[in-house]
């Protein structure tokens, strides 16, 4: 498996907004910059549903936080400035991409996209995680963090620098790959509204975002 993040010096990879079926040209430069194959981009909508690519390009623009396929042609994609985007691969070549943010960390789409690889005959499943925000810059309102964590467990309390109450997201993709019998195996330490080279919504508003891009 080969897994990029990308950040600011490579360029805005969005395509504004959930009801967007099209990238521009300027958009898809920069994409195939990155990598010169069509990418199975998706329009995220913090679910937990998955797309089984099943070929190049197949899928592009469809509803879904998660992407999975054992297409040796087929790119998968994340857009992030914050969420958390996560690789996964496993021994019988089988991919996938998903996009974390805390409504589905809650609602299970790194589980989903977990099962849906097992489904296409994936056994053992690795997993890295890329920039995204962390504990210190991820201020969280008490209930939404109880939810968080009566769903994933204790790790996820974190707290911002001035000691409030905070989601740490890398903690809770943890702890869903955990309770999806997948292992973790690396992870970015980079904040994404900490480190000036990504896109931060959080932070600074940005309406750029960043890619994760997934092949073999």
């Given at each position: 498996m080969?897994a990029?993040?990308?950040?600011?010096?490579?360029?805005?990879?969005?395509?504004?907004?959930?009801h967007?079926?099209e990238?521009?040209?300027?958009?898809?430069s920069?994409?195939?910059a990155?990598l010169d194959?069509?990418?199975?981009w998706?329009?995220?909508?913090?679910?937990?549903?998955v797309?089984?690519?099943e070929?190049?390009?197949?899928?592009a623009g469809q509803?879904?936080?998660a992407?999975?396929?054992?297409s040796?042609?087929a790119a998968?994609?994340?857009?992030?400035?914050?969420?958390?985007?996560?690789?996964?691969?496993?021994?019988e070549?089988?991919?996938?991409?998903?996009h974390?943010?805390?409504?589905?960390l809650r609602a299970g789409?790194?589980?989903?996209?977990?099962a849906a690889?097992?489904?296409?005959?994936?056994s053992?499943?690795?997993?890295?995680l890329?920039?995204?925000?962390?504990?210190?810059?991820?201020?969280?309102?008490?209930e939404?963090?109880?939810?968080?964590?009566?769903r994933l467990?204790?790790?996820?309390?974190?707290r911002?620098?001035?000691?409030?109450?905070?989601?740490?997201?890398?903690?809770?993709?943890?702890a869903?790959l955990?309770?999806?019998?997948?292992?973790?195996v690396?992870?970015?330490?980079?904040?994404?509204?900490c480190?000036?080279g990504?896109?931060?919504?959080r932070?600074?508003g940005d309406?750029?975002r960043?890619?994760l891009?997934?092949?073999?």
């Amino acid at each position: 498996m080969h897994a990029r993040w990308t950040g600011r010096d490579e360029g805005d990879m969005g395509h504004r907004g959930r009801h967007v079926t099209e990238v521009d040209a300027a958009v898809e430069s920069r994409r195939r910059a990155v990598l010169d194959r069509p990418w199975t981009w998706l329009r995220q909508v913090h679910g937990t549903g998955v797309v089984v690519v099943e070929g190049p390009g197949a899928g592009a623009g469809q509803v879904a936080d998660a992407s999975v396929s054992t297409s040796p042609g087929a790119a998968l994609a994340i857009l992030t400035a914050d969420c958390a985007p996560v690789a996964l691969a496993s021994p019988e070549g089988v991919l996938g991409a998903v996009h974390a943010g805390w409504r589905g960390l809650r609602a299970g789409v790194v589980e989903a996209a977990v099962a849906a690889m097992r489904r296409l005959g994936a056994s053992e499943v690795v997993a890295a995680l890329g920039p995204c925000l962390h504990a210190e810059c991820c201020a969280f309102s008490p209930e939404d963090l109880d939810s968080v964590a009566t769903r994933l467990g204790p790790s996820v309390r974190g707290r911002t620098r001035e000691g409030g109450a905070a989601l740490d997201i890398p903690a809770a993709v943890a702890a869903a790959l955990e309770g999806a019998q997948a292992r973790l195996v690396a992870a970015s330490a980079q904040c994404t509204a900490c480190g000036p080279g990504y896109f931060s919504h959080r932070a600074r508003g940005d309406l750029e975002r960043q890619a994760l891009v997934v092949w073999r």
